[in-house]
């Protein structure tokens, strides 16, 4: 089976199992989504997403965040740790989005690379949730099934693990295919505990279990 064979049985597969997989991140705006994903990082999505309310409680829209001082911002958001950083960049970022794109998400990718605290993995998730275009966004449970499956061999940059995907990934099935890969990665190809691999549905066809491609 080649790693192209490999990558659509894997996507059937999954879509079969997570029929209804979606981003776990709770949003209803674009720029909403970009502060979730930037306080996401060492953080589970639940806490993040009770934080949030907290959040836009007091600070709104983009306006009244541009105009919060970092520290303000920082008081809610430090449960979700490394609260210092998380909160100068939410803030540089809403600023700039007032500032330079009249508060709006810019739906191009090098421009969201622009903005304080959006890498390639949230640029990713913001171009595939929100602007329904191609994306691959290479979280940690991306990049640890894509290995243990065989889809990419012994890559664990993310960058690097994103541009081999692209390869064998139809751009239409990236962003759901990622979505199911999280959900998968915490119920069954499990990192703190051994992979529950009697009940993966992907087990005859996964490199970890020593099937040839």
């Known amino acids: ?9 894997t996507i059937r597969r999954l879509k079969e199992e997570y029929p209804d997989a979606g981003c ?11 502060v979730s994903v930037r306080l996401a990082a060492q953080c589970t999505d639940a806490r993040v997403n009770v ?15 541009a105009a919060a001082r970092p520290e303000e911002i920082e008081e809610i958001v430090k449960p979700c740790g490394l609260g210092r950083s998380k909160a100068r960049d939410i803030s540089a970022c809403m600023r700039m989005l007032k500032e330079e794109y009249g508060g709006k998400v810019p739906d ?7 903005l304080p605290g959006v890498g390639r993995k949230s640029a990713n998730l913001i171009m595939g949730d929100v602007f329904g275009k191609p994306a691959i966004v290479t979280d940690t ?5 894509t290995n243990r499956i065989g889809l990419v061999d012994g890559i664990k940059d993310p ?8 390869k064998i990934i139809p751009p ?3 962003s759901d295919f990622c979505h199911r890969l999280v959900y ?8 703190r505990t051994a992979p529950y691999c009697d009940r993966c549905c992907l087990a005859d066809i996964c490199a970890k279990n020593g099937v040839e491609k």
């Open 141 to 145: 449970h991306c990049i640890r099934l």
């Open 108 to 114: 191009d990718f090098d421009a969201l690379l622009k």
């Open 172 to 174: 239409k099935e990236g």
């Open 159 to 166: 960058k690097r693990v994103e541009m081999a995907l692209w």
């Open 184 to 191: 998968h990665g915490r119920e069954v190809c499990t990192a």
């Open 1 to 9: 089976m080649t790693k192209e064979q490999l990558a659509l049985e």
């Open 24 to 34: 776990t991140l709770d949003y209803d705006d674009a720029w909403k989504l970009l």
């Open 51 to 65: 934080v949030v309310e907290k959040l836009y409680e007091k600070f709104p829209d983009i306006e009244a965040l």
